[in-house]
């Protein structure tokens, strides 16, 4: 069973900090890596993808991706009230019969209070 | 911006009573999904459809679920006899290709089913 594990929160931050979500996951052949967002009782949001081993950044937000420690992490800088939702890591296998389908974690729940 | 639509936002039925939940992907992409997300639970998927046939299926996308892409704009996932235990959040996405962005999937807005 492949899995994805997430630091379950909840996570608070204050208004201005660093929130850092992490994410590990279980299939070495993975490679492909994403970030949503889902406020309560809305869809996932797609926020951040990662393929390579390193750091993406995209405005406040910097993935990092270390595929020998099958380690995903997410920063939020600059944390805002309107961050406040829980994010999920989803991983999409290699080929063969996982091709496609997202593995989603549970999910961490963060809150930016002001 | 393009996006994924699905109707109705909330369905009600009967238990045993058929539904038929439905999605309008992102146009031109060519991979269709099927998620669904129990209240408090993780997203988990249920099937992929790709060139007018499903891809991979889950253990959940049982007998007693089918899809169907009826034209070039639909997608639909149809219940056929609903049990209790199907009350979720059902959430349709779409990817348009494989490298690159194209890898990436656009969720619609699901649709609440209540099985009473």
């Known amino acids: 069973q492949k899995e994805v594990e997430q630091n379950s929160g909840p996570l608070s931050v204050p208004e201005g900090a660093i929130a850092s979500l992490n994410c590990t996951y279980s299939?070495?052949?993975?490679?492909?890596f994403f970030w949503y967002r889902q406020y309560s009782g809305k869809s996932p949001e797609l926020i951040m993808s990662?393929?390579?081993?390193g750091d993406k950044e995209d405005g406040r937000f910097t993935a990092q991706l270390n595929k020998a420690s099958q380690y995903v992490s997410l920063l939020i800088r600059d944390s805002q009230p309107s961050d406040s939702a829980t994010y999920l890591c989803?991983?999409?296998?290699?080929?063969?019969?996982?091709?496609?389908?997202?593995?989603f974690g549970q999910g961490t729940i963060l809150t930016v209070h002001p | 911006e393009p996006e994924v639509t699905q109707t109705p936002s909330h369905q009600v039925t009967q238990m045993g009573q058929e539904v038929i939940l439905r999605c309008v992907p992102i146009s031109n992409h060519l991979y269709f999904y099927w998620y669904r997300q129990i209240l408090g639970q993780k997203v988990e998927f249920l099937v992929s459809?790709?060139?007018?046939?499903?891809?991979?299926k889950s253990e959940i996308f049982d007998d007693q679920f089918s899809v169907e892409r009826p034209d070039g704009s639909n997608f639909t996932l149809k219940i056929r006899s609903t049990k209790l235990e199907d009350s979720a959040m059902y959430f349709c996405?779409?990817?348009?290709?494989?490298?690159?962005?194209?890898?990436?999937?656009?969720f619609g807005p699901g649709t609440r089913l209540t099985v009473l």
């Open positions: 459809f790709y060139n007018n046939e499903i891809s991979e």
């Open positions: 990662i393929y390579s081993n």
């Open positions: 989803a991983v999409r296998g290699a080929g063969g019969t996982s091709y496609g389908k997202l593995t």
């Open positions: 299939d070495r052949g993975s490679q492909s």
């Open positions: 996405a779409s990817r348009g290709g494989t490298s690159g962005t194209y890898n990436e999937q656009f």
